[in-house]
């Protein structure tokens, strides 16, 4: 192929710069909620907007955080996502062995209906969800969050799972066979190890779902002691309408352990992503 | 031979056909056999001794802003606690907007808090529900209360002949007006009437686009019912049993068209439809000249601009006299409480003259008559405020008033964004009120 | 070869079961069940229970309060939703909000995949910034572009009126139910390019380079490539994309609700803003589990045929 290499410098040059226009639309509203909650209490919204404040100061997290019970959320918060995770991935874990491994009567039916329920909007679920959590006696607790999160994570990760353990090899576990171990040895010892960039990925978004889930948070809890992050923030904008800096920060202070977790472990997101995507 | 793929297979289907038979029996709310509407049942309780033995804990839920909060945290509760060291009370503040959410959200989950300081408009909703104890049973000494209290705040717990709260704190709306934007305008005192409002409000507009004469929040009751009540309108016939003729009747149509008037000619600023308006700020920052506020903003102005004055005045004087609308808080009991001789103690507290007073301080006008004088010479612009509550009156006192004010406020703004006439939309909301009036 | 640890006869009894029998076959299915047990009874309790628990709700005039009936209605609460105006609206918007941001997401995102596709360096560094919106919370999210389309000092009217002239007014963005539902959206397809993008892209990187290599030895331009190789072979993925998006559109509720929670006069109302609306601000638990129910035979239906109207045998 004959390539001009004079036009094609200048067609990269300009997918750069394209691509950095658009980054900058992505990460502009990100970098002004910084710059906003950076900038002290102000009751007034000052024109024309600066992105670099004037004073710097760290005022708005210091009050963010001390003011009711901050950090009494963010351990509620820490407490029902690691939870659910931990939960959630094992069980995931293991159906998807038993799917990937297994054939059995009622697998296909099973199978299907946990695919269909992904179709299915969870927020449908909320009203008989709030029955049951008052009946069980779940609500204003913390295990009544991560119960209803563990069900609705399953799905997602089984699926994602079983892909990928089906195509672990096999020989590996015969030689279990022949040592005399059983399927439980095969699992613990075998298919954990192995699934882990898989199950890395499901950690991670289950995590990351549960640490921002909203609304079923909102409806089993209304007791302050038992509040997660995402409702505190909402609250907290409720009663602090113009106050935007002090929101923001505290927004921030919310999801500083996801991006930090996203800096560090960006592979497992966007790899885990896409190969669950391409093989479903 | 045995089938272990049938039968296995028939555990699959097990395990749906055994969620599908849950489902069947779950038990629903616990059916009764009784007529329905139900009654509310209102039991006689035998009150045991006084005082509870152990510590006991209370939750009590309110939606006071920043500053009240502030009192109420360092000054109410601490009282409280010294006075009854066995009784703890679990405040929790909620904000406004989500409070009667969150509320029926836990009332139906079984969570209900003992006590709450309840926004007067949602005590016969509550009543009529059968979430709330009736205080003049449960509560032995509740006449020596109900003397001491003003009869218009007692007024909003009354249900089905039966009281089911206590008024904690009352306030009204008057016309705030900015004395700075006046005199740039060339004005000396506030107007007393709805025309010569209008009048202020042309030279108001003079100084500049972006002045506004006026602004409020929205269309809602406690927005609108001040015009409509002094233009000498109405939304129902006194007893509640029908609307039309009234909420579409000539006074309330042209209050209604006076306010459209007033957003056309630039007067009233446009956050009334929807978008949002920071009225403290812009009163603060001379946009806006006038606002029908409370007793609350004294304290916000001292915390958030220290710089401005407040003015007060009567709201403007129309046909129907200066009429405003009566707000404030009851305190209520709810049936779901484990430790209802605790709760009432600190109902009794929350009405005693010390709290009535400590909460005077953060601008909560007392309900208790012989805390006036001492209310007033710490707040001397409580005065006023008591005037303008001789002739203010109570939004409708009917279980399905947030269904009301809902269709209320959404014709409101059909009417301001010009998409209806006054009459016309007034028309088509007079028998949907009417048939949520009929539904008791 | 000595089988693991099972008695080596089959059971005498003609009906045995899974659990007594100590049959290879057996042993198998028990371990399998076991291994499904736990994550199966967590579906099946908090899941499909109350799945289909809902559907008993949108049967009756639920009432939540101990003591009180609640009274079967059958179809009654479905036939209200047909007739209430508001249901109408709330469903106009969620089409219109799937209709646009839907589209917008995935061709946005396709144009960015193909140029980090085409770059030679700085590819992970744009990728890690295209999702940062998708990792960011939907709650954190919505405030600040309620922060942005603020009337009076938000960023966007600052852009649009004082540098880019484009205006002469501030727009009251969340004031009118056009202008609410365009700011919801841009804050959609913000908040969603990311992912399309990162699947979008690593199905293009698994393209087989010889396809290309052959199909320019035939003398086919970037266009012709583009549109006979790339188009064709991620068609699975598009629909996949397609399928999850869609889903993810008719399921808006978080924008809505925290940006203008359906205001003003419920013109931005979306199915399950109403629904949430009804059931917890008016305890009208039927009403409200029948509009869900509603909303999630259609959300099914779509994607079945979505999928299978658009599934067909890939040509090589």
New interface residues.
């Given amino acids: 192929m004959v390539t001009n290499p004079k036009r094609q410098i200048v067609e990269v040059a300009v997918l750069y710069l394209l691509l950095g226009a658009g980054a900058v639309a992505m990460v502009l509203p990100l970098l002004y909620m910084v710059s906003t909650a950076l900038k002290g209490p102000v009751y007034v919204l000052e024109i024309p907007p600066r992105f670099i404040p004037e004073r710097l100061t760290l005022a708005n997290f210091i009050e963010a955080w001390n003011s009711n019970n901050f950090s009494l959320y963010f351990r509620n918060s820490a407490v029902v996502a690691l939870s659910t995770t931990v939960i959630s991935v094992l069980c995931s874990a293991m159906l998807a062995y038993a799917f990937a491994r297994f054939e059995f009567p009622g697998k296909d039916l099973a199978f299907y209906a946990i695919l269909f329920t992904l179709m299915i909007p969870s927020l449908t679920l909320i009203i008989p969800q709030f029955m049951l959590a008052r009946a069980l006696g779940l609500r204003n607790s913390l295990a009544g969050l991560v119960f209803v999160y563990v069900a609705m994570t399953i799905p997602l990760n089984t699926f994602l799972l079983r892909g990928f353990i089906e195509q672990l090899p096999r020989e590996l576990e015969e030689a279990v066979w022949i040592d005399g171990g059983g399927y439980g040895t095969i699992f613990l010892r075998i298919t954990l190890p192995l699934s882990a960039p898989a199950l890395a990925t499901a950690a991670i978004f289950t995590f990351l779902f549960a640490w921002e889930e909203f609304t079923w948070a909102l409806t089993a809890i209304d007791v302050e002691a038992m509040r997660t992050l995402p409702v505190a923030i909402a609250t907290f904008h409720g009663a602090h309408l113009t106050q935007w800096g002090l929101v923001f920060a505290a927004s921030l202070i919310a999801i500083a352990p996801v991006i930090f977790l996203y800096v560090m472990l960006q592979r497992y997101f966007i790899v885990g992503l896409s190969a669950g995507a391409l093989k479903g | 031979m045995c089938q272990p793929k049938a039968f296995a297979f028939r555990i699959g289907i097990g395990w749906m056909l055994l969620a599908l038979l849950a489902a069947a029996c779950a038990p629903a709310a616990a059916p009764t056999p009784g007529p329905s509407p139900t009654p509310v049942v209102v039991e006689r309780v035998v009150t045991p001794t006084p005082t509870p033995k152990g510590p006991v804990t209370i939750t009590f839920w309110h939606a006071y802003n920043p500053e009240e909060t502030k009192v109420f945290n360092e000054q109410v509760l601490p009282a409280f606690h010294q006075k009854f060291p066995n009784i703890r009370i679990e405040a929790q503040q909620v904000p406004y907007d989500e409070f009667r959410r969150k509320l029926l959200t836990s009332i139906a989950g079984g969570t209900a808090p003992d006590v709450i300081r309840s926004d007067i408009i949602w005590v016969p909703e509550l009543a009529a529900m059968g979430a709330l104890e009736a205080l003049d049973v449960i509560m032995p000494d509740f006449n020596a209360y109900k003397e001491k209290v003003f009869p218009g705040p007692l007024s909003t717990n009354l249900w089905q002949g039966h009281y089911y709260g206590l008024p904690l704190d009352t306030n009204t709306r008057l016309l705030m007006w900015n004395k700075e934007m006046y005199a740039a305008a060339g004005i000396a005192e506030p107007p007393k009437t709805i025309d010569e409002f209008l009048r202020v409000c042309e030279r108001i507009k003079a100084l500049g686009r972006d002045k506004y004469c006026f602004a409020d929040g929205g269309t809602y009751g406690w927005a609108v019912l001040p015009w409509i009540w002094s233009f000498g309108g109405d939304l129902t016939d006194p007893e509640m049993k029908t609307a039309s003729g009234y909420v579409n009747g000539p006074d309330t149509v042209a209050a209604y068209e006076f306010l459209k008037g007033m957003l056309d000619k630039g007067y009233l600023h446009p956050g009334i439809l929807g978008g949002g308006v920071d009225t403290a700020g812009g009163f603060a920052r001379d946009e806006i000249a006038n606002l029908l506020e409370g007793p609350w903003m004294p304290a916000i102005f001292a915390a958030q601009y220290p710089q401005k004055q407040i003015q007060w005045a009567l709201m403007p004087a129309g046909k129907g006299g200066s009429i405003s609308v009566v707000g404030g808080e009851d305190i209520v009991l709810f049936k779901q409480s484990r430790n209802k001789e605790a709760a009432l103690e600190f109902i009794r507290f929350m009405l005693s003259p010390e709290a009535q007073l400590m909460m005077a301080r953060a601008g909560q006008v007392p309900v208790r008559t012989d805390v006036i004088e001492q209310a007033v010479q710490a707040q001397p612009y409580f005065a006023l405020f008591f005037e303008q509550l001789k002739t203010a009156r109570a939004r409708l006192p009917h279980p399905n008033w947030p269904k009301i004010e809902d269709l209320l406020t959404s014709t409101g703004q059909a009417i301001l964004r010009g998409e209806k006439g006054a009459k016309e939309a007034l028309d088509e909301l007079a028998p949907k009120i009417d048939a949520l009036l009929k539904q008791q | 070869?000595?089988r693991?640890?099972g008695r080596a006869q089959p059971?005498p009894?003609?009906?045995?079961?899974?659990w007594n029998?100590g049959s290879l076959?057996?042993q198998?299915?028990r371990?399998?069940?076991l291994?499904?047990l736990?994550?199966?009874t967590?579906?099946?309790?908090?899941?499909?229970?109350?799945?289909?628990?809902?559907?008993?709700?949108s049967l009756?005039e639920?009432?939540?309060?101990?003591?009180?009936?609640?009274?079967f209605v059958g179809a009654a609460n479905y036939l209200r939703a047909l007739r209430d105006p508001i249901f109408w609206i709330s469903m106009r918007n969620t089409v219109l909000y799937t209709a646009v941001t839907v589209p917008g997401q995935m061709i946005l995102a396709m144009l960015?995949a193909l140029?980090?596709h085409?770059?030679?360096r700085?590819r992970?560094l744009?990728?890690?910034?295209?999702?940062?919106?998708v990792?960011?919370?939907?709650?954190?999210a919505a405030?600040?572009?309620k922060?942005?389309f603020?009337?009076?000092?938000g960023?966007i009217n600052?852009l649009l009126v004082?540098v880019l002239h484009l205006s002469d007014h501030y727009i009251?963005?969340?004031?009118?139910p056009e202008t609410a539902l365009v700011a919801i959206m841009t804050l959609g397809v913000?908040k969603g390019?990311?992912?399309s993008m990162?699947?979008f892209?690593?199905?293009l990187q698994?393209i087989p380079l010889e396809l290309y290599e052959a199909a320019?030895l035939d003398g086919a331009g970037r266009w012709g490539r583009f549109r006979y190789i790339t188009l064709p072979m991620m068609r699975p993925?598009a629909i996949?994309?397609l399928v999850m998006l869609v889903?993810g559109g008719?399921?808006v509720?978080?924008p809505v609700y925290?940006m203008t929670g359906g205001?003003?006069?419920?013109r931005t109302e979306t199915l399950?803003t109403y629904?949430?609306n009804e059931?917890?601000?008016?305890?009208d638990?039927g009403y409200?589990?029948a509009l869900?129910?509603m909303?999630?035979i259609l959300?099914?239906l779509l994607?079945f045929i979505q999928i299978k109207l658009l599934r067909r045998p890939m040509e090589l």
Avoid at chain 3, 13 to 18: K, L, S, Y
Avoid at chain 3, 62 to 71: A, E, L, V
Wanted: aromatic content about 22%; proline content about 6%.
């Fill in positions: 070869m000595t693991p640890g059971g009894r003609e009906e045995g079961t899974v029998q076959r057996a198998r299915l371990a399998a069940y291994f499904m736990p994550g199966m967590f579906f099946l309790i908090f899941y499909l229970y109350p799945l289909i628990q809902a559907l008993r709700i009756y639920w009432s939540i309060m101990p003591g009180q009936d609640s009274r960015v140029a980090l085409a770059i030679p700085w992970v744009f990728r890690t910034l295209y999702y940062l919106p990792i960011t919370s939907w709650v954190v405030l600040l572009f922060f942005l603020h009337s009076q000092s960023l600052y004082d009251p963005w969340l004031q009118n913000w390019i990311g992912w990162v699947i892209l690593a199905a698994d320019a993925t996949f994309v889903i008719f399921n509720f978080l925290l205001a003003p006069m419920h399950l629904m949430y059931a917890f601000n008016f305890l638990f409200g589990a869900s129910y909303l999630a959300i099914f994607s």
